[in-house]
């Protein structure tokens, strides 16, 4: 049953557009992934504080993990970063390059590529022993969660070091490589149950 829907989801991947190739994560994967995403976590940005890619962890603890590579074409999920300290929101990713603009002429705000944080805030911060938190999350697979027995559908963004991970396992043009994601799908428990004692029954 876990065959058959991961070799869905896959074909769904792969007529979605930007997406050069998806290919399913086995126990080894899982385990060496944890590592590098556990590696990840340590290694603190000086500038945007401590990693937390709850997303990730998601996916990971997924009945089902599928792992994939964009090119340009990709629409990729946006606005799932925040920079957290004390329970507030001091930074963001933000997806439209006119608000961005704004947030670069100003002298309150630092932007890091897509990220904007505020600068004052995290000025005030940078000598506590306490840093802030860059949380990142999910996004919702909807078509996916559309499918039989799928009760979850994630997709989530890993670290660099599970990015080059990813890349060693699906070979591909090089020049055509932007990003690699995981998908995480979880599986009604009951609707699994119940189809392996039909399929035990007509056998």
């Not at 396992?169 to 149950?193: A, Q, W």
Request: with cysteine; hydrophobic share 40%; proline share 2%.
């Amino acid at each position: 049953m876990n065959a058959l829907i991961a070799k869905k989801a896959i074909e769904m991947l792969h007529n979605t557009k930007g997406i050069e190739k998806a290919i399913l994560l086995d126990a080894e994967d899982i385990k060496t992934i944890m590592k590098l995403e556990k590696k990840d976590e340590q290694m603190n940005s000086l500038n945007l504080g401590r990693k937390h890619n709850i997303g990730v962890k998601k996916a990971l603890g997924a009945n089902i993990l599928i792992a994939f590579v964009t090119n340009r074409d990709y629409d990729w999920p946006t606005d799932n970063l925040k920079i957290l300290y004390q329970g507030e929101v001091i930074g963001k990713d933000i997806s439209d390059a006119e608000e961005i603009e704004k947030y670069t002429n100003s002298n309150q705000y630092c932007v890091f590529g897509n990220i904007v944080v505020n600068f004052r805030k995290m000025r005030n911060i940078r000598n506590t022993t306490e840093p802030p938190m860059m949380v990142i999350s999910a996004k919702t697979w909807d078509k996916a969660e559309e499918m039989n027995f799928v009760s979850e559908a994630l997709i989530a963004s890993p670290s660099r070091l599970t990015d080059g991970y990813i890349k060693s396992k699906i070979p591909c043009e090089r020049e055509l490589y932007v990003g690699t994601f995981l998908v995480g799908l979880n599986l009604e428990k009951k609707e699994i149950e119940q189809f392996a004692i039909n399929n035990i029954m007509e056998n």
